[in-house]
């Protein structure tokens, strides 16, 4: 069986508002998508309360995608 491509997606180095296409078939990967028609939660890795990492799988091509950067809060202390 052949292994299923994998890609980094560096979600700092992105200017969108969270839709990116697949770096395979270009498929449009949004992350208000909750029907999992077009990709499929495989992995998250969290630290403390914090994501670091989301590995997803498009569902159009097969390809594995992790996706890293996702941004910390700023707490504001008032």
């Known amino acids: ?3 299923p491509l994998v890609y ?3 979600l700092t180095k992105i200017q969108v508002e969270g839709d990116f296409p697949c770096p395979n078939c270009g498929v449009i990967i ?3 998508d909750e029907t999992e028609d077009v990709y499929c939660i ?3 890795k969290v630290k403390g ?3 670091e990492e989301l ?3 498009c569902n159009n ?3 594995r995608i992790r996706l890293v950067g996702f941004l910390i ?3 504001n202390n008032i």
């Open 1 to 3: 069986m052949k292994q």
């Open 30 to 32: 949004s992350p208000e």
């Open 73 to 75: 809060p700023e707490i």
């Open 55 to 57: 590995v997803i799988q």
């Open 61 to 63: 091509c097969g390809s």
């Open 8 to 10: 980094e997606v560096d």
């Open 49 to 51: 309360e914090t994501l």
């Open 42 to 44: 495989l992995e998250t």
